[in-house]
């Protein structure tokens, strides 16, 4: 059985930091790439951060030079470390696994962003 366990969401003032993670089983971790998404209320959910087999990562332009995403294959997690958050940054944040035969979810993590 597949789990993708994302933790470290939490409240944080505007201008601070948080350090998502996202823990893989049941998958073999360096077969996937990885990426993290987000969703706001009333909003579509969009891609945040991708990081591929490789290492190559791509971001979305409204987190260029404030997030970066990682990945560690001797623990199957990748990680999503998140500086100068703003209040738009608040959201949902989702961890996403993709091979070339299988997507895989996590259940979310709250982010929230006070002015």
């Known amino acids: 059985q597949v789990q993708l366990v994302e933790s470290g969401g939490g409240l944080v003032q505007a201008g601070g930091s948080l350090r998502l993670s996202c823990a893989a089983s049941g998958l073999t971790f360096r077969n996937f790439a990885m990426a993290w998404y987000r969703q706001a209320p009333g909003k579509q959910r969009e891609v945040v951060a991708s990081?591929?087999?490789?290492?190559?990562?791509t971001y979305a332009d409204s987190v260029k030079g404030r997030f970066a995403i990682s990945r560690s294959s001797a623990k199957s997690t990748a990680y999503l470390q998140m500086d100068s958050l703003k209040p738009e940054d608040t959201a949902v944040y989702y961890c996403?696994?993709?091979?070339?035969?299988?997507?895989?979810w996590g259940q979310g993590t709250q982010v929230t962003v006070s002015s």
């Open positions: 990081i591929a087999k490789g290492f190559t990562t």
């Open positions: 996403n696994a993709k091979s070339s035969f299988s997507e895989y």
